[in-house]
């Protein structure tokens, strides 16, 4: 895929949201290789600042600022957000203010601005992370994870605190979707919210233009909602903007419980370190496969009805911690699992998920279902020199909390296969008997390279 910038400059003014400025901001094309750069133009000598993680403060509140040097910038996760939607790789954003306009809380108006100015490949190749293992964060009760995926979706539930405005939605990220159905999705906060955040200078250029304000059961807002779901599609569209911050197009499928911005830059920061880290220094020699020191078959035998821990970590890739499977219990015609993981107090997770409550995490529930689905599948096709990939989750509900003490009942049913490579299948998460958890998953079968090659 090629890189893109904008073919002609474009400009828009209005109020900013949290210092109340008027603030004229323009759009210009940049050339290859440039990036997003944004660039004051009320400072002296003009400073330019290029948004990267390593840039961003520590303490978010309700947006995202940056800063190098003594150039500061304020609520940029509107503009990123606009911009990385729209597949602009590279564009000069100037601005005279440290914060850019609200407009209508949206990414909508910086969208159109965007495509008024018209979007133009360029003569080089858009460069891209793809992420081969799973991360997640987690922070309180709100929670993270990004998996591999060949491509870049994003799976959100948004809640406040009382559940009364719990909202879901799974969506692949593309410039027609990101533009039709998350860019108009307007900004929002509590009604008992406004105060804390006036007395600490924030919002000072807030309105019911440019936010909803959730009160009780109610809805104040200047027009209808514009969608059913818009307070979750405007955490998608916050979390685009944020991950941004790497530098360059993810493909990676985030699973996100309750985000915000300081947990969104948290992954980002993760996700840049995975980056940037080299690549382990492959063997010089190969392991003979019947030597000594040869590791036990990655093979699961038709026979084996059962898989003990060590076998697991013979066919899995995965170690500790991220290991969510400590026994197969059953095996069924290559197309049913059922496999227990033991959650106990002693996972690392629990020092920060809850303190003094602790509570498993959903992600990590539908991790152990991949990896119980993993299982399944390399069993039911030829599994020496390969693995297992989880691709993406649909129609994921948690039902109750998982405690340390609980045994984790996980049953995984194949529910379609094709060429023997990708796999779709219905998982469900157990405790006593009751449902935990559902999810119906899709992950792909892949080479890798001969071990000690």
Same mark, same amino acid.
């Given at each position: ?9 474009? &400009?828009?003014?209005?109020?900013? /949201? ?32 290029? #948004? ?19 150039? &500061? ?29 609200? /407009?209508?809380?949206?990414?909508? !108006? ?32 709100? &929670? ?23 909202? !879901? ?38 309105? /019911? ?11 104040? +807002? ?21 991950? +941004? ?7 990676? !499928?985030?699973? %996100? ?36 020191? %040869? ?28 290991? /969510? ?32 409550? #602790? ?8 991790? &152990? ?56 299948? +219905? ?27």
């Amino acid at each position: 895929m090629r890189q893109r910038t904008l073919l002609r400059e474009v &400009s828009t003014h209005g109020k900013a /949201l949290h210092t109340g400025q008027m603030v004229h901001l323009t759009f210009k094309p940049a050339p290859v290789n440039h990036g997003i750069v944004f660039k004051r133009t009320d400072l002296y000598g003009k400073p330019e600042v290029q #948004p990267k993680i390593e840039f961003v403060q520590d303490k978010l509140v309700r947006s995202t600022d940056i800063s190098s040097g003594h150039t &500061s910038l304020h609520t940029i996760e509107h503009v990123l957000s606009a911009l990385a939607g729209c597949g602009i790789d590279n564009c000069l954003v100037e601005l005279d203010a440290s914060e850019p306009p609200i /407009l209508d809380g949206s990414a909508k !108006h910086y969208v159109n601005l965007i495509q008024k100015a018209e979007p133009v490949e360029q003569d080089a190749d858009r460069d891209c992370f793809e992420l081969k293992e799973p991360i997640s964060v987690t922070e309180g009760n709100r &929670s993270i994870i990004a998996l591999p995926y060949n491509g870049f979706k994003v799976t959100c539930t948004s809640a406040d605190d009382r559940g009364i405005h719990t909202q !879901h939605l799974s969506i692949d990220i593309s410039p027609d979707e990101y533009i039709a159905g998350i860019a108009p999705a307007r900004t929002f906060t509590v009604y008992e919210d406004i105060e804390p955040l006036l007395k600490m200078g924030k919002i000072q250029g807030g309105s /019911l233009d440019s936010a909803i304000v959730i009160k009780g059961d109610q809805i104040l +807002s200047k027009e209808p909602l514009r969608f059913e779901d818009e307070f979750v599609r405007h955490k998608i569209l916050d979390i685009v903007g944020d991950l +941004s911050l790497l530098g360059k197009s993810l493909k990676a !499928h985030i699973v %996100a419980v309750r985000p915000g911005h300081k947990l969104n830059s948290e992954l980002t920061k993760v996700l840049f370190q995975k980056m940037q880290a080299k690549p382990e220094p492959k063997a010089l020699e190969p392991v003979r496969k019947d030597g000594p020191a %040869a590791k036990k078959s990655k093979m699961i035998s038709p026979d084996e009805t059962q898989i003990n821990i060590r076998r697991i970590l013979d066919i899995l890739p995965h170690a500790y911690p991220f290991v /969510l499977v400590d026994r197969v219990i059953e095996l069924k015609d290559d197309e049913e699992i059922t496999a227990i993981k033991n959650v106990t107090i002693n996972e690392p997770y629990f020092t920060g998920h809850f303190p003094g409550n #602790p509570v498993m995490p959903g992600v990590l529930q539908m991790e &152990s279902m991949a990896q119980a689905a993993g299982l399944l599948m390399l069993r039911k096709i030829s599994s020496e020199g390969k693995v297992a990939l989880f691709m993406s989750a649909d129609k994921v509900k948690f039902r109750r909390a998982v405690i340390p003490g609980d045994q984790l009942e996980i049953n995984v049913k194949i529910t379609k296969v094709r060429a023997n490579r990708l796999a779709s299948a +219905s998982a469900k998460c157990f405790v006593e008997g009751e449902l935990a958890s559902s999810a119906e998953l899709m992950f792909t079968v892949l080479d890798v390279p001969e071990e000690g090659m």
